[in-house]
């Protein structure tokens, strides 16, 4: 399944050269690699080390959901950050796709990840396939998020996760800070053919206007019902 994915991937150009930025300023913190601006994720990695004595960031919440999975060959993590997740997956799947399109988050991600099994991708997710901005908020990196007001009008590639024509997935994060919900509708016909264990973020956002729990509604009503 990698082998397939990567080849239609590498055709429709969506796969990013595996390249550094130089000009990100990296900060270490905990041996992870973050943005030199970054702040919160500092008090969040110094919560999970004083909690459960390493620092993992959603270790609670990833430990739970993983351990519903049955079979373990593919994961997606969509909005993957500086790499918290897709370390983790990485270890545990035969193949992980991770979706991150900012590109300082994506030079960090590089330098925190050393395994094979897992790529890289420079797409946004979403409804459909379409150009955004992104609003990068660089001393709390993980409130990074989709410029509602540059739908149609970015310069950053949104693509949909049906687009792909995935045949196996097994499991899914997605912490898109409130587009949760577009995500889950672009990849609709994804999930119901494979049915994955599928983590995501729930936070109340005003961003899109939505309710805190709409995606989740949705997956119950339209995917798991």
Same mark, same amino acid.
């Given at each position: 399944?990698?082998?397939?994915?990567?080849?239609?991937?590498?055709?429709?150009?969506?796969? $990013?050269?595996?390249?550094?930025?130089?000009?990100?300023?990296?900060?270490?913190?905990?041996?992870?690699?973050?943005?030199?601006? +970054?702040?919160?994720? *500092?008090?969040?990695?110094? &919560?999970?080390?004083?909690?459960?004595?390493?620092? +993992?960031?959603?270790?609670?919440? /990833?430990? /739970?959901?993983?351990?519903?999975?049955?079979?373990? /060959?593919?994961?997606?993590?969509?909005?993957?950050?500086?790499?918290?997740?897709? &370390?983790?997956?990485?270890? *545990?799947?035969?193949?992980?796709?991770?979706? $991150?399109?900012?590109?300082?988050?994506?030079?960090?991600?590089? +330098?925190?990840?050393?395994?094979?099994?897992?790529?890289?991708?420079?797409?946004?997710?979403?409804? &459909? $396939? *379409?150009?955004? +901005?992104?609003?990068?908020?660089?001393?709390?990196?993980?409130?990074?998020?989709?410029?509602?007001?540059?739908?149609?009008?970015?310069?950053? /590639?949104?693509?949909?996760?049906?687009?792909?024509?995935?045949?196996?997935?097994?499991?899914?994060?997605?912490?898109?800070?409130?587009? $949760?919900?577009?995500?889950?509708?672009?990849?609709?016909?994804?999930?119901?053919?494979?049915?994955?264990?599928?983590?995501?973020?729930?936070?109340?956002?005003?961003?899109?206007?939505?309710? *805190?729990?709409?995606?989740?509604?949705?997956?119950?009503?339209?995917?798991?019902?």
């Amino acid at each position: 399944t990698g082998k397939a994915i990567e080849e239609y991937l590498d055709k429709n150009e969506l796969k $990013e050269k595996r390249k550094v930025n130089n000009m990100t300023e990296m900060i270490n913190i905990h041996n992870w690699l973050l943005p030199k601006s +970054e702040k919160h994720m *500092q008090k969040m990695l110094d &919560k999970a080390v004083k909690k459960f004595g390493v620092p +993992e960031y959603q270790k609670e919440v /990833r430990d /739970r959901a993983l351990a519903l999975v049955r079979k373990k /060959r593919v994961a997606l993590d969509i909005g993957a950050h500086i790499g918290f997740w897709s &370390k983790s997956l990485s270890e *545990q799947f035969n193949y992980v796709m991770a979706f $991150e399109p900012v590109e300082s988050f994506r030079d960090c991600w590089r +330098e925190n990840i050393d395994k094979n099994n897992i790529d890289l991708f420079p797409n946004a997710l979403g409804e &459909k $396939e *379409q150009t955004v +901005e992104m609003v990068v908020n660089m001393n709390n990196t993980g409130n990074t998020h989709i410029d509602p007001n540059s739908l149609g009008k970015g310069t950053v /590639r949104m693509i949909t996760l049906d687009s792909l024509e995935l045949s196996e997935v097994d499991f899914i994060k997605i912490d898109v800070e409130g587009f $949760e919900i577009y995500v889950l509708k672009g990849a609709k016909e994804t999930l119901l053919r494979t049915k994955p264990i599928i983590v995501i973020e729930q936070k109340s956002h005003d961003f899109y206007g939505n309710n *805190q729990y709409i995606a989740k509604d949705y997956l119950c009503d339209k995917v798991y019902n």
